[in-house]
């Protein structure tokens, strides 16, 4: 089990993220709303580079959420085939669209508790949305998210929940700003495979460098 974090590391960590990825938004590719959130759910367990992919021909088909509503469920299953778990996303992009359409006159609505209503968005759903849209202070745990801040002891907790937890009491604000430098830092350099350590800018405060030095 990892070491936890001490305060000076956490503000270390807070630095030093923020030096790197104060700018840093989300490399899925959208234009609105309703294509934020359509890519948001279909990047669940699947690449923002292979959404990035899928969407053009989805969006250029259904250009927003009333289009999608009346979407034939086949058709949708036929543009996503490439993605994961493509049959229940299809479905449920199908659903949060007719919910938009009929609960918020085709808005997507931009408060957590009425997102988590529509089909397909969850809790973390929801909060990489508030925070790409809004710049919202919230934390939203993936598996990069959950991997990173349990490598530098910012959580020691079991499921994605504790682990978002933990993260929100320990670096209280700029949380949107935490929860994108993660994603990027866990996708391009402390990935779960052969961590690039030598590109590390927190090797200093990191509690498990020496599992992945090599030689």
Do not use: W
């Not at 030093?16 to 990047?43: R, W």
């Not at 430098?181 to 996708?187: I, P, T």
């Not at 961590?195 to 030095?213: A, G, M, S, Y």
């Amino acid at each position: 089990m990892s070491k936890k974090a001490t305060k000076k590391e956490i503000e270390t960590i807070r630095d030093k993220f923020i030096e790197h990825y104060s700018n840093a938004v989300t490399e899925l590719a959208y234009k609105d709303d309703y294509e934020l959130l359509v890519a948001i759910i279909l990047s669940a367990q699947c690449t923002d580079k292979r959404v990035n992919i899928i969407t053009p021909a989805l969006f250029e088909k259904y250009p927003s959420s009333k289009e999608l509503a009346d979407a034939k469920l086949e058709d949708v299953k036929e543009l996503l085939k490439s993605c994961s778990f493509f049959n229940n996303k299809a479905k449920n992009i199908i659903a949060m669209a007719k919910s938009v359409q009929q609960l918020h006159s085709g808005e997507i609505p931009h408060d957590t508790k009425e997102l988590i209503k529509l089909a397909g968005v969850g809790n973390k759903t929801a909060n990489v949305f508030m925070i790409e849209a809004d710049g919202a202070n919230l934390m939203a745990v993936d598996t990069h998210v959950f991997r990173v801040s349990h490598r530098l002891g910012l959580s020691d907790g079991k499921t994605v929940e504790q682990t978002e937890a933990q993260l929100v009491k320990k670096l209280k604000d700029d949380l949107h700003i935490f929860h994108q430098a993660m994603v990027l830092f866990g996708r391009y350099i402390c990935k779960a495979v052969k961590p690039e350590c030598e590109k590390c800018f927190l090797t200093d405060v990191c509690k498990t460098t020496k599992t992945f030095k090599v030689g």
